[in-house]
């Protein structure tokens, strides 16, 4: 430490008498109220900022896990039917890519699971056409930087869901054989997903995510398909 | 209620003395928690060093305003309610300039509040001197911390990973040593820190030592 900071000196302070309990209770109170103006005001200010942001990142999303996709629209479950979403829905939302012309690509569908350290938000594409996973991406995480996070960047990982299939059982009711994850270098069904060595659980978690999700919501939009396209080419003739 | 106290004059010391002579990791082994956790890239440890940094410079100004008006005995609430605020505002700024950053830091950002670099310095520093002295001191003293982030960082990210600041540097056929991005990296990395410091501060002395000794003998 520096010589020119005196320490403080003991002796004096044991002299001053104790403040009046006013004057803390009044200096705590003005130190809340001047934090709370502040955080009010920054809360207020980022806000439409935050959610432009997120926005956004939905958007780019989408446009990702749907390659080609270049007209995006949402839709919301509601019950075993999906409608079409109003501006600022919340619940079950799923998205669908389409072409220039108004043709149905692919649906984007978001998951979660709970990985190693916290949730982890995945979104993925959906080709009713392959009838299979096409791309997938991770929204939010908080896995364990440089382990963890090789599930955005693996590349032998990612081409897992290139062609992951998703088929739905006869009866259209879930999917023929449920999604998963097994222990690296042990693919042997292409509905299986290949883990990361080192990063097992974070894989488990991006597979688990897929998997609920497939089986909760594709049964809902392989029946609802022709309301989808129509909504595409509605959305085309409004361009 | 006033201390007895004598302000420090605003020196070119009073800025650089966070840097190097009371670098809050290196020498004053403050703020460990985000220095072994957050340090596994350059990218983060830099972005966590800023945050810190603007955290620290505000409310270390906000304490020095407010130093003759806060009790002693409620001191230590008082600087955490202005901690927080200024982690409350940094959280939402970066929030609102990039998800991508504020998903990268994780639950880090939160826990600026609980950094005792910005306690410490709010204790031993900003509630005895001026505004301008106040400023410039913890200023310093975050980019030391910033500086000491980035120097773990670093080392971590081309051994663990082969690259800086996610440019691969690495020859081709290099493994990276995964250990060093995982929390036994962090411990090794500062160790090896702290002991080329050690070293460097014991070799001053000696030099010293030896220079009374022949001035004595002169």
């Known amino acids: 430490m520096s010589e020119t900071i005196p320490a403080v000196n003991v002796e004096d302070e044991v002299v001053v008498p104790a403040p009046p ?54 839709f919301i479950l509601e019950g075993d039917k999906l409608a079409v979403a109003p501006e600022g829905a919340t619940g079950t939302l799923v998205y669908a890519g389409y072409d220039n012309a108004g043709s149905l690509i692919g649906m984007a569908i978001p998951g979660v699971a709970t990985g190693y350290a916290g949730p982890v938000y995945v979104m993925f594409g959906y080709s009713p056409a392959k009838e299979a996973v096409i791309k997938y991406q991770i929204l939010t995480m908080t896995e364990t930087p440089g382990l963890g996070d090789k599930v955005v960047t693996d590349q032998k990982f990612l081409a897992n869901f290139d062609n992951l299939v998703a ?32 990063a097992t659980i974070t894989s488990t978690a991006v597979g688990n995510a897929i998997n609920s999700s497939a089986q909760q919501l594709l049964p809902v939009i392989v029946k609802q398909l022709p309301l989808i396209r129509e909504q595409g080419i509605k959305a085309e003739g409004a361009k | 209620m006033s201390m007895p106290n004598q302000y420090e004059q605003v020196t070119a010391d009073t800025f650089l003395r966070g840097l190097w002579e009371e670098n809050p990791v290196f020498v004053m082994l403050l703020g460990m928690c985000p220095a072994l956790a957050v340090t596994n890239s350059a990218i983060n440890a830099i972005s966590m060093g800023l945050a810190t940094t603007f955290v620290l410079v505000m409310s270390s100004a906000l304490i020095s305003i407010f130093r003759n008006f806060i009790p002693k005995q409620v001191r230590i609430v008082a600087y955490i309610v202005i901690i927080a605020t200024f982690v409350t505002i940094v ?6 300039i990039s998800l991508d950053l504020y998903n990268a830091l994780g639950a880090f950002i939160q826990l600026i509040v609980a950094n005792c670099v910005i306690l410490g ?5 900003a509630s005895r001197q001026k505004l301008g002295a106040t400023i410039v001191n913890s200023f310093g003293s975050g980019i030391g911390f910033t500086i000491a982030l980035l120097s773990m960082g670093a080392v971590r990210e081309i051994l663990g990973a082969g690259a800086l600041f996610g440019v691969g540097i690495m020859p081709v056929g290099f493994e990276p040593w995964v250990v060093m991005v995982l ?26 030592l030896d220079g009374a000794v022949a001035g004595g003998q002169a």
């Open chain 1, 21 to 74: 309990s006013f004057a803390m209770f009044r200096t705590l109170a003005v130190i809340a109220m001047l934090s709370g103006l502040f955080v009010v005001l920054i809360v207020q200010w980022a806000n439409p900022y935050i959610a432009a942001n997120k926005k956004a990142a939905t958007e780019a999303a989408v446009f990702n896990v749907v390659p080609g996709a270049s007209i995006s629209k949402t």
């Open chain 1, 167 to 198: 088929k739905l059982n006869d009866a259209g009711t879930a999917l023929a054989n449920a999604i998963k994850t097994v222990p690296n270098k042990s693919k042997q069904h292409p509905w299986e997903i290949d883990a990361i060595s080192g």
């Open chain 2, 121 to 125: 310095r709010a204790e031993s520093y």
């Open chain 2, 183 to 208: 929390p036994p990296g962090g411990f090794f990395v500062l160790g090896c820190w702290l002991i080329i410091f050690a070293w460097n501060k014991k070799r001053k002395e000696q030099a010293q």
């Open chain 2, 91 to 96: 959280d939402y700024l970066i929030q609102a």
